[in-house]
């Protein structure tokens, strides 16, 4: 994870058989609270949008093929 000037802020080590999004809570959840979250479509999940929405942080992930 990525402060505004592309400083890295959080991170975790993980087997390379463990998805990303798997680590997107428990990073958000020890730094401070963003205004957005800029991620790839990998991240596009209703889960996660959630999560987001109630902390009234702003996502910027482009949706999948998928979404409806």
Do not use: E, H
Request: glycine share 2%; no cysteine; net charge positive.
């Amino acid at each position: 994870m990525a402060d505004d000037r592309g400083r890295p802020v959080a991170f975790a080590l993980t087997p390379g058989n463990v998805a990303d999004i798997s680590m997107a809570l428990p990073l958000l959840s020890v730094v401070a609270p963003p205004r957005r979250l800029i991620a790839d479509k990998a991240y596009d999940a209703d889960s996660l949008r959630r999560w987001l929405k109630r902390r009234r942080v702003k996502a910027v992930i482009p949706s999948t093929a998928t979404r409806t």
